[in-house]
């Protein structure tokens, strides 16, 4: 079960909240030795923990196996402020239609001794993702990634735009993509996967409180009665 946390239902979820940054603690900084984010509470908190950031937080047992989080690229994001090297290309899509996906990570011991299987939680916390942004009218989403991950992106029904070449940060290899929303990727993501049902908590898909604000369609684009 994915559990949304936004501005909205915030005030409601202080345990899972704390549960979350020591989640994040425990996979980014203990698990894939992220030094830079490494604090002595082991809480992983940053600077874009705040206003219009969504948490998507898979529970089993009332425990979080799986996690990633959504931030508005109308605020400073991770592509604008960590990143903007990686948009090669340009400037990276941004607006009240595109959110970046960050933070997104499972537990290890779900994944182990799994030959050629993805496990629940990775599975749930994906759709999650694409069903949240449809919920919310995204267009689509910005992430920095390995460029193995662009497969599964595309196995899923997203549209995946490059945004420059894949370079190394930290030793590691990444790259920058915008991922299209196309009209059958939650459809899509759920037949990968293997899901006959949604894993969002029933409660979830809520509307948020100001509705994602689309620029004018050009005069000859409209439809007129």
Known sequence: MVVVIDDDNISQHGVLLEKIYRFRHTLFVERLNWEACRRPDGREIDQFDGPGCIHL???????ITAYTRLLPTTRPHLLTEVY???????PAPRGATVYEWTRCGTL??????????????????FTAAAEVARARGLDGLLAQTHPILVNRLMSCGWDVEPLGLPTRYNGHAILAVYARLM????????????????????????????????????????LHA
């Open 108 to 125: 290890p011991a779900r994944r182990e001794g799994r030959t050629g299987l993805i496990d629940p939680a990775t599975a749930g916390i």
């Open 183 to 222: 009209p059958d990727t939650v459809a899509t993501s759920c037949a990968f996967f293997g899901l006959q049902a949604s894993p969002l908590h029933e409660t979830s898909l809520h509307a948020p409180r100001a509705p994602a604000v689309r620029l004018p369609v050009p005069a000859e684009r409209r």
């Open 84 to 90: 903007p090297h990686l948009a090669e290309r340009g």
């Open 57 to 63: 937080a898979y529970l089993e047992g009332g425990e």
